[in-house]
């Protein structure tokens, strides 16, 4: 169990037997009276927020999250079959755990986990994955002057903005967590 005053922003906490994180954190000392610890938490379920006050005498639970390095294996439409290479079994994860991630999975991926009771709950992929272009218009020649870019897509069909000197069949690095371009990799 955490005590109020362990509380700080990106705390892992349970409140009604929903797992939150910590987003933002205020304490609080009136003139008399006990210490007042106000936080925003983020549900790591739904992603809804809420407000809470904490008295320094309070109890928090700690929730029963446990981080599991997977790798993915393939996908049955909108279900991730992942694999636990230490006791080989096949976890399946929905589509809307992955949400935009989907169009960074490569084969034989290793992602990290966050299992909340046993469920997945979030899924944390490498931060950098390497994706050829398949369909680009070609930049025009001097047109430099300024970061300017084009729209890109990716094998499989991801829309990405690139610089003009990006074209098809180039691979590029993309950053997983923003989803945008971060460097060329290699040239067609």
Same mark, same amino acid.
């Given at each position: 169990m955490y005590e109020a005053s362990d509380l700080r922003k990106g705390l892992k906490i349970e409140l009604d037997g929903e797992p939150y994180i910590v987003t933002e954190f205020d304490f609080c000392k009136p003139g008399k009276g006990q210490a007042l610890y106000r936080c925003k938490l983020k549900s790591m379920i739904t992603g809804s927020t809420l407000d809470k006050t904490f008295r320094s005498v309070d109890k928090i639970d700690k929730p029963d999250l446990e981080e599991k390095t997977l790798i993915f294996s393939y996908d049955e439409g909108e279900t991730y079959i992942f694999f636990d290479p230490k006791t080989h079994d096949e976890v399946r994860i929905s589509a809307d755990i992955l949400g935009d991630q989907t169009n960074f999975l490569d084969d034989n991926m290793e992602c990290s986990v966050l299992f909340y009771r046993e469920r997945p709950i979030e899924i944390t992929l490498p931060f950098f994955v390497e994706k050829k272009i398949a369909e680009t218009e070609p930049g025009a020649r001097g047109d430099t002057a300024t970061n300017v870019t084009k729209p890109a897509r990716i094998? #499989?069909? +991801?829309? !990405?903005? %690139?610089?003009?000197?990006? #074209? !098809?069949? /180039? =691979? %590029?690095? !993309? /950053? =997983?967590? =923003?989803?945008? +371009?971060a460097d060329r990799v290699s040239k067609a």
């Open positions: 094998e #499989n069909g +991801y829309e !990405i903005q %690139v610089p003009l000197f990006v #074209n !098809i069949g /180039d =691979t %590029v690095r !993309i /950053d =997983t967590r =923003t989803g945008q +371009y």
